[in-house]
């Protein structure tokens, strides 16, 4: 099972040509089948700060409505594979609520909250991930499992702006190399150089950070 | 483009590079790394021992970071699979009580690997209810899910007092999830975390619970995931079985997940689920499962331990449990005897059904004779020629297995056919057995490595034919040494094939201490009637080769069109 947020593109390259012959039922089908994506996109890269400010449906729906606006011009032109497009439009929706919410976001900087952690709510997000890997973990199997994804998560966090790009949306998004580099604007040597460079510091902290718990 | 952030002083040192001076070996490095995390995010397994061996100068790298990339992709993932709902109501931050349907959900009592369990209320009957709620990104697909609501609409109509029943099976927004009883009290696993049962409350349950399951198979439900977690004991009341069958995608998927990381721990499964032979799956395989919940509860431990899932998967295949009675010496024998016949590993020397057990339970309860002390001798037997759980391997074999009797016939009758013509050039008879027999163990090798990667087990079998080899090849030096005719050892032979066969009867199947039977006796043969010998021996052994070799081939095909 491919584990990509977005859907598969066979169906979409359906659609698309079926949208370009004027066919509005098939648009409709298109957004809504990446409606879902969106929102998870959302979810996992929009500032936890910011989405403690901001409904996320409010972004998705703002997100699908200009997609909506601007998917004839995206027809007549194709620049790039339509889930890269509508991640486009998504990320400028992103950038733009964390604009608007950052002030009151920085005030927040004080009680900083890593990437998983938006009080209890999210709490349970871990655990839950934990026990989903694995349905017969025994509790300590799934305690031990829980504090290595915080581990990563926090880990995650303390790489630079580019670093951690990179690695959220490879192994978050699970886009492949080409895909990264298609929305990064790299060629595709460039952007698995980048990735390399990622996983190395990663790794690098992920390890110091062990030793440094460990003594 | 080149546009890195400030470098992080920490890690600086040991990882700058930036794209100006990036090497060839990086740029080389970076592109299989990508390819390989590309590979896991399609969902496909990644081995990363076969890409070390075809770059070995970046493995030292790539097995540097691999684990780095498992793990950062494990988080995502699980990231991944909280369902992002439609509206705000996400809910793992669902705010207690709401109501969905017919139920109004008051308090979340558990969580499984399929989903969160609510206590709840049933608002048109008034009832209190558990309900499970089932996380969509579990079913993989709208089959599964349509194969779920089967299931589970064919578990709700079982009833048996000793199984927890469903009493509704429904979708709620996309996301599957059934009521059913709510039964207070604790589970089996929260009762031996305290230590281990009496032995007659340990048989009373186990015997109650079989018969649940008993009455499930009757009916075509496979429970297929029993374990003490899922057997609830009611405050003051009977002990019941729940979560039928919901594990229905088990076995492979349990094993390996695909990005590699190991998922899952197969304690209480039965071989046959845990080698992911789904075919072989059936009423049997519950039964070990019972046995496994019973030698814990009597025991304090589940039967087969392990540090790793990986290494409990190859135990649950390969190892007898350690005998109850070792860890807990008391235990009466009866008792122990019923246990061990449910963890036999071939299903057919287990208790035939659910029910067996449970009638078998209840004699030893009643301080009856038991059934399982009979027939012992005669499982040993069994056990002794039945295959192993590596004979699968040989249905790669068969049909080159048949060619392979082909070739020794062929080697036997020249061999003979110049016996007749008075040839007595060892240099010609060497040449046919060794050059003629070499040439063809080459394109044996060859054709079944095209038919996929090589096993460890089979690459044990090889070496055992070439020592073959290398031994008969050995016979003509040998005798020109001692000066003796040429053929004078041909008897060996006969011994030497034996023992290929004695070795794979340990490896494979019992069945082949048939053939090495025959074999050493066909070397006395051969020794007796030396101007036959070769003949004898190409029609013995090749028949030696060719029955299994048919044997093997046709379950190969059998197994294709299924």
Redesign the interface.
């Known amino acids: 099972m491919a584990k990509s947020i977005w859907p598969q593109s066979d169906q979409t390259e359906t659609l698309l040509a079926a949208a370009r012959e004027g066919d509005a039922d098939a648009v409709n089908q298109l957004l809504d089948r990446h409606r879902d994506p969106v929102r998870r996109l959302v979810q996992l890269r929009l500032d936890r700060r910011v989405q403690q400010r901001v409904d996320v449906s409010d972004v998705v729906q703002d997100v699908m409505f200009e997609a909506n606006g601007r998917l004839q011009a995206y027809l007549d032109n194709p620049v790039m594979a339509f889930h890269l497009w509508l991640r486009q439009i998504a990320w400028d929706h992103m950038i733009d609520a964390y604009r608007r919410h950052r002030k009151s976001a920085k005030r927040d900087m004080d009680r900083e909250q890593p990437l998983v952690a938006a009080g209890g709510a999210d709490q349970s997000t871990i655990e839950l991930a934990g026990q989903l890997c694995d349905p017969e973990l025994t509790p300590q199997a799934a305690a031990a499992q829980r504090e290595l994804a915080q581990h990563v998560e926090r880990t995650i966090e303390l790489l630079d702006e580019q670093d951690r790009e990179i690695i959220l949306m490879r192994h978050y998004e699970h886009l492949t190399n080409q895909e990264v580099a298609e929305a990064l604007g790299l060629n595709s040597p460039a952007a698995s150089m980048r990735y390399l460079r990622a996983i190395r510091r990663l790794r690098e902290l992920l390890q110091s950070k062990g030793e440094a718990s460990d003594s | 483009?080149n546009?890195?952030?400030?470098?992080?002083p920490?890690?600086a040192a040991?990882?700058a590079?930036t794209?100006s001076e990036?090497s060839l070996h990086?740029?080389k490095?970076?592109?299989v790394?990508?390819?390989m995390?590309?590979g896991?995010?399609?969902?496909e397994r990644v081995d990363l021992e076969i890409i070390c061996r075809q770059h070995p100068n970046l493995a030292s790298d790539l097995r540097?970071?691999w684990?780095?990339?498992l793990?950062?992709?494990?988080?995502?993932?699980?990231?991944?699979?909280?369902p992002?709902e439609?509206?705000?109501g996400q809910w793992?931050?669902l705010s207690l009580p709401t109501t969905i349907d017919d139920y109004e959900l008051l308090e979340e009592i558990g969580?499984?690997?399929?989903g969160v369990v609510f206590r709840a209320r049933q608002i048109t009957l008034d009832r209190e209810v558990a309900v499970k709620m089932i996380?969509r990104?579990?079913l993989?697909s709208e089959a599964d899910l349509q194969r779920f609501l089967a299931e589970a609409a064919a578990t709700a109509r079982l009833e048996h007092p000793h199984i927890v029943p469903i009493y509704d099976v429904g979708d709620f927004d996309g996301r599957p999830y059934f009521s059913m009883k709510y039964i207070d009290g604790e589970t089996l696993a929260d009762r031996l975390a305290r230590g281990p049962l009496p032995q007659r409350t340990a048989a009373k349950i186990v015997s109650k619970i079989a018969r649940g399951i008993g009455a499930a198979h009757r009916h075509g439900v496979l429970h297929r995931d029993i374990?003490p977690s899922n057997i609830l004991l009611a405050k003051g009341g009977e002990p019941m079985i729940t979560d039928f069958g919901l594990?229905k995608q088990e076995a492979s998927q349990h094993s390996l997940t695909?990005s590699g990381?190991v998922?899952?721990?197969?304690?209480y499964m039965s071989p046959e689920q845990a080698a992911g032979r789904r075919g072989l799956v059936g009423p049997t395989s519950d039964v070990y499962s019972l046995g496994c919940v019973l030698y814990h509860a009597l025991a304090g431990r589940a039967p087969l331990i392990a540090d790793s899932p990986v290494e409990l998967m190859l135990k649950v295949l390969e190892q007898d449990p350690p005998p109850p009675r070792m860890l807990r010496p008391n235990l009466d024998r009866d008792l122990e005897m019923i246990v061990v016949r449910c963890l036999q590993k071939p299903a057919d020397l287990r208790y035939a059904s659910a029910d067996h057990l449970a009638d078998d339970l209840e004699a030893f309860l009643n301080d009856e004779r038991i059934s399982a002390r009979s027939g012992r001798f005669s499982q040993v037997v069994a056990r002794l020629f039945r295959e192993t759980h590596h004979a699968t391997v040989l249905e790669n074999w068969g049909l080159l297995w048949m060619w392979h009797s082909l070739a020794l016939l062929i080697a036997c009758l020249s061999t003979w056919l110049l016996q007749q013509a008075d040839v007595t050039s060892r240099l010609t008879y060497g040449t046919v057995w060794t050059v003629g027999l070499g040439a063809w163990a080459m394109v044996f090798w060859m054709l079944r490595r095209r038919l996929g990667p090589v096993t460890f087990i089979e690459r044990q079998t090889a070496h055992v034919w070439a020592a073959s080899m290398a031994g008969v090849g050995m016979l003509f030096p040998l005798e020109w040494c001692m000066e003796l005719p040429v053929l004078t050892l041909s008897p060996v032979l006969g011994v030497i094939t034996s023992m290929v066969f004695l070795v794979k009867a340990g490896m494979f199947s019992g069945a082949f201490y048939g053939q090495f039977a025959v074999l050493i006796a066909t070397s006395i043969v051969m020794a007796l009637s030396p101007e036959y010998a070769h003949l004898i021996f190409g029609v013995v052994a090749a028949g030696c080769f060719f029955i299994p070799g048919l044997k093997y081939y046709r379950q190969r095909v059998r197994g294709e069109l299924r």
Do not use: W
């Open positions: 483009m546009a890195a952030g400030p470098p992080d920490r890690t040991s990882t590079v794209q990036m990086d740029q490095l970076a592109e790394l990508s390819e995390t590309d896991v995010a399609r969902g540097s970071l684990g780095a990339v793990v950062t992709d494990a988080t995502g993932t699980a990231q991944r699979e909280i992002a439609s509206g705000s793992r931050g969580r499984g690997g399929m996380l990104g579990r993989a374990k594990a695909s990381m998922l899952g721990t197969p304690a």
